[in-house]
């Protein structure tokens, strides 16, 4: 896309929101409805018309899962409906045909621009494509043009395959379009020359207060970069990210501190050398930038190495990202923008760490450094200990992030969902180019559920209206329940099929579960769960009470187990499950709104079935499609896909700032002790044991260490917060993650430092006394 920093994604906020049905993308506080992202038709196109002075603003709305058919062939596909100016404002042109055109928001015409995928797959890149008809959702549509490889659309992971004008929007939407109260177009924004965000959203706050002043209270719009596309991950991950960015600083600065201490140890030794140069005419200058081109030497040799590890390193990353919710897929190549960054900070690397050793290295006595070459450098050794010291607070706050983050993982995994997840197959279908299913969707139901569970290697299945742990599912209001002091509430619900509680493994507490006897004829029932009863009923028997819903009462029947709806971060909230025969929403929600899903317990590696699974669809009806096959466990696994992500990666950046304190540790000791050997060798002769000298090595690195643990806990617990809405089942000041990581990294400097250690230990005495 050209000039992508000109692009902004717009939402909106408001208090006393009533359309909230059908406010995509809302979040709600309280009343107030934050970073809402749709809004009806009839507005999009008054806003568009208020902000053509400060920007050019398209809206498009996705589908999912929409039944294709072209030349015969049918498949499932994902569109999107777009405004007539949604390619000039995103910036694309036509490989082949045409887009859309201006003013086809309102000739109805029936045409489709397709993505060079779809033109490749179903037309076999044949210009003979334009012209030809594409069948969505059972309605014929001309395809006008072809986008050129690798447009998607503007939301990152939802490839989209077709676009169609908002006119042609009611095939897919089941009602018109031109209805105030029906929200569904997302807005995006190009700015114009020399106008603001500011300048933007006061223009199209003036417009957004005639349209919706009525209903709602302090409407406002808001503007979002969108030179990334619109999409709910930003607002998941960039806190994360961005500490994580902060993690990688503070890495650098004990990379930063490391080399600078060894700097500082190599000067000291070179202190003969440096009084040599001087002597032979070097200035202080020349000293300066000699040492600075040796750091700087380093550091772009280091950069090297790290754009290697790089290369390497960002498939396991992306591996990490495709795991997650939503399968997210981001542009991890390394261009120009990444390599001059990287440029940047290793330059910036080399001469934080080589300023120091460079002054030290320029203020050589001539004289005194040709004098004797003994004891030298000494003095130096007090601005190694402080980096050491420093390397060693920076570590323990990474160590201690890492170790948070950790336990926050496992305490995930550990959580019970209420279920069983294991050999649970998750199977959804897409029904809206079947009439029969569409038409009779109780009796598809029932006997998809059935063919189903008489698969070989199938123990039962069930029909289940979202997969659970999805981050799905709804939520309402009950007006009152019969007989009670509770005038009305709110609930999770669930349609669900009668073999529902049998197949996922949830016990029946109270009561009983449904049966087949529970269907349309039949009193109305549901079951509640344990949390419904605590919230409403906690000192009644719910057994028998009914709530009225829907303009209904429906009777309680059963009391099962509480259970994990939306998430495993979700608290279990008071739920209520229907019997999918008796409760069907209104055929604009069937259609459009709900893919039906089927959970299939099995004996054998669910995957095993999958083939099984579709012959037993397709045998029903042909014109069902099957589109997503996955596993509970795998739902799961994608549940923590962020946890799992921070906790990688900062627990392997702790992993490097540990080894290059480690490093740091080893390196000063090592010189030390190898300036000090006549020392050591005297103290032998006299009578000192390899014990005690073995002693005093060890207790000069425990002290360092003990010293940057002082230092670093204090640090530790300010800083943790900033990560505390990211934690589960653990507090950011916990002190057993805190003790954990400053023991770790004591034992870790103990050990970093027995190797010379023992070295010094081992030191003959006569051969150190004759060596000096």
């Not at 014109?623 to 096959?629: D, L, R, S, W």
């Amino acid at each position: 896309m050209p000039n992508p920093q000109e692009l902004r994604v717009l939402k909106w906020t408001g208090t006393d929101v009533r359309m909230t049905s059908y406010a995509g993308g809302a979040g709600q506080e309280g009343n107030r409805w934050v970073d809402a992202d749709s809004v009806s038709p009839p507005t999009f196109f008054k806003l568009r018309e208020q902000g053509a002075g400060q920007a050019d603003i398209f809206g498009f709305s996705p589908l999912d899962d929409v039944i294709a058919r072209a030349r015969g062939e049918a498949f499932a596909a994902s569109g999107t409906i777009v405004s007539d100016n949604f390619f000039s404002g995103v910036g694309v042109r036509p490989l082949v045909g045409r887009l859309l055109t201006p003013g086809e928001d309102y000739s109805g015409a029936m045409n489709v621009v397709i993505s060079h995928e779809l033109w490749e797959k179903q037309f076999a890149l044949d210009p003979a494509a334009l012209g030809q008809t594409l069948t969505l959702n059972r309605v014929g549509f001309t395809v006008v043009g072809v986008l050129p490889r690798g447009i998607n659309g503007v939301q990152p992971g939802h490839p989209s395959e077709f676009y169609v004008p908002l006119s042609a929007a009611s095939p897919f939407l089941y009602r018109p379009i031109n209805e105030t109260f029906h929200w569904f177009v997302r807005l995006m924004a190009r700015l114009k020359p020399g106008a603001s965000d500011g300048q933007l959203r006061a223009a199209l706050d003036v417009a957004f207060v005639q349209e919706v002043g009525s209903i709602m209270k302090e409407p406002a719009i808001l503007t979002e970069p969108g030179r990334g596309g619109m999409t709910a991950d930003r607002n998941q991950y960039w806190r994360p990210l961005l500490m994580l960015l902060g993690v990688v600083g503070l890495v650098t600065l004990v990379a930063c501190a490391n080399l600078a201490g060894l700097s500082l140890a190599r000067g000291a030794a070179r202190q003969h050398e440096l009084a040599v140069r001087a002597a032979l005419g070097a200035n202080r200058r020349r000293l300066v930038l000699q040492s600075l081109t040796e750091s700087l030497a380093l550091a772009m040799l280091g950069s090297g190495l790290g754009v290697v590890l790089a290369i390497w390193g960002r498939s396991v990353i992306a591996g990490l990202l495709a795991g997650s919710a939503g399968d997210l897929r981001y542009d991890l190549s390394l261009d120009y923008i990444v390599l001059a960054f990287t440029l940047a900070v290793t330059l910036l690397t080399g001469l934080l760490s080589g300023v120091l050793p460079a002054l030290w290295a320029s203020r050589v006595d001539p004289v005194g450094g040709l004098r004797s070459r003994s004891s030298l450098g000494r003095p130096r050794l007090r601005a190694g200990k402080v980096l050491i010291v420093a390397q060693v607070c920076l570590s323990l706050l990474l160590v201690t992030g890492a170790v948070l983050y950790a336990r926050t993982l496992v305490n995930l995994t550990r959580i019970d969902a209420g279920f069983d997840t294991e050999k649970l197959l998750l199977v959804g279908l897409n029904v809206r180019g079947s009439g029969y299913a569409n038409d009779r969707p109780a009796e598809f139901y029932s006997r998809a559920q059935a063919s189903l569970a008489s698969i070989p290697g199938v123990r039962a299945a069930t029909f289940i209206e979202f997969p659970l742990l999805s981050w799905g599912g709804s939520t309402g209001n009950f007006e009152r329940i019969s007989g009670r002091p509770v005038n009305a509430g709110t609930t999770r619900r669930l349609r669900v099929g009668e073999t529902f509680f049998g197949t996922l493994g949830v016990p029946i507490l109270r009561g009983r579960g449904f049966t087949a006897a529970d269907d349309a004829s039949a009193p109305k029932a549901i079951v509640v769960n344990e949390a419904f009863v605590r919230d409403y009923l906690p000192k009644d028997n719910p057994l028998g009470l009914t709530i009225r819903m829907w303009e209904a009462d429906w009777q309680i029947v059963g009391v099962c187990r509480d259970l994990k709806y939306g998430g495993l971060r979700e608290p279990v909230m008071p739920t209520t499950y229907f019997p999918f025969s008796q409760m069907f929403y209104s055929r604009f929600r069937t259609t459009h709104l709900r893919t039906p899903y089927f959970a299939v317990r099995t004996a054998l590696d669910p995957m095993a079935v999958v083939s099984g699974v579709r012959k037993a669809v397709g045998d029903i009806d042909s014109g069902v499609a099957i589109t997503e096959v996955t596993t509970q466990e795998d739902v799961l696994d994608r549940g923590v896909s962020r946890e799992r992500l921070f906790a990688s990666l900062c627990g392997a950046l702790a992993v490097l700032a540990v080894l290059l304190a480690c490093i740091g540790l080893y390196g000063l000791l090592a010189y030390n002790l190898t300036r000090r050997t006549a020392d050591i060798g005297v103290r032998m002769a006299l009578g000192a044991t390899r014990r005690r000298i073995l002693w005093q090595v060890l207790r000069q690195a425990l002290l360092l260490s003990l010293v940057g643990v002082i230092l670093g806990v204090p640090a530790s617990l300010a800083l943790t917060h900033l990560i505390e809405t990211q934690l589960f089942g653990v507090k950011p000041n916990d002190p057993f993650s805190l003790a954990g990581a400053a023991v770790s990294l004591i034992a870790v400097a103990l050990l970093a430092a027995w190797i010379p250690a023992h070295r010094a230990a081992k030191v003959d005495p006569i051969a150190a006394l004759r060596s000096e």
